[in-house]
């Protein structure tokens, strides 16, 4: 199975930063990354899918890079409705997410 | 508007039994791939299984595989899941998950509410 690593698994930050998490596959998952935001107590959504493509209705401060087995989430300005928690997910073979970061208000 | 609307969930005995359901509306249900995707509670998100828009296809998480089996009906534009042998680690919220394509590309961009399953004597 693959493993999806995530750093950092907490931050603690403040509107206005810019915010980057990252995630590493235990083996090439070419570009089958994608990243979801959960608040508490509601269902995931997804904000970027095949590592780099923008979900419709995401707002553009939100952007994904990487390719094989590294990836980063980039919210630009952090918004005071971003505070959530994120995960990775691959969708190379079946699916495996990361264990989630918590953005944290600072 | 895609709406996804989960039901069936509850308290039930280890070993015991419980069939989830997904009621979609708001898409063409017969055209994609669908999943379930659970969250127990303070954890991580794990997917369950997956089907292909006509059912022809599905695949299993190891952890739910021999005990769990996805089928959907596509003249209702219901999703289930039929549970059996339950454990204690299958304590978790249940969702649904729209797939993106008509297979199972895994790009999940519709949620549903989910539904707790609770696995307890």
């Known amino acids: 199975d693959i493993q999806m690593t995530q750093s950092p698994s907490s931050l603690s930050t403040s509107v206005g930063d810019r915010v980057t998490i990252t995630c590493r596959a235990s083996?090439?998952?070419?570009?089958?990354l994608n990243w979801y935001q959960q608040k508490p107590g509601k269902a995931p959504k997804l904000l970027i899918y095949?590592?780099?493509s923008l979900q419709s209705g995401v707002p553009s401060r939100f952007s994904g890079s990487g390719s094989g087995t590294d990836f980063t989430l980039t919210i630009s300005s952090l918004q005071p409705e971003d505070f959530a928690t994120y995960y990775c997910q691959q969708s190379y073979s079946k699916v495996t997410f990361g264990r989630g970061t918590r953005l944290e208000i600072k | 508007e895609v709406q996804l609307l989960e039901s069936g969930g509850g308290l039930v005995q280890p070993g015991g039994s419980l069939r989830l359901s997904c009621a979609a509306s708001g898409f063409t249900f017969s055209s994609y791939a669908m999943s379930w995707v659970r969250q127990a509670p303070g954890k991580g998100l794990e997917w369950v299984s997956g089907i292909s828009n006509s059912g022809a296809s599905t695949s299993y998480a190891d952890s739910v595989k021999g005990r769990f089996t996805i089928s959907r009906d596509n003249s209702e534009n219901t999703l289930y899941v039929q549970m059996n042998s339950l454990r204690a680690e299958d304590t978790a919220v249940y969702y649904c998950?729209?797939?993106?394509?008509?297979?199972?590309?895994?790009?999940?961009?519709?949620w549903g509410q989910g539904t707790l399953v609770t696995v307890s004597s």
């Open positions: 998950a729209k797939d993106m394509r008509y297979s199972s590309s895994y790009n999940f961009d519709y």
């Open positions: 083996q090439s998952i070419s570009s089958y």
């Open positions: 095949v590592a780099s």
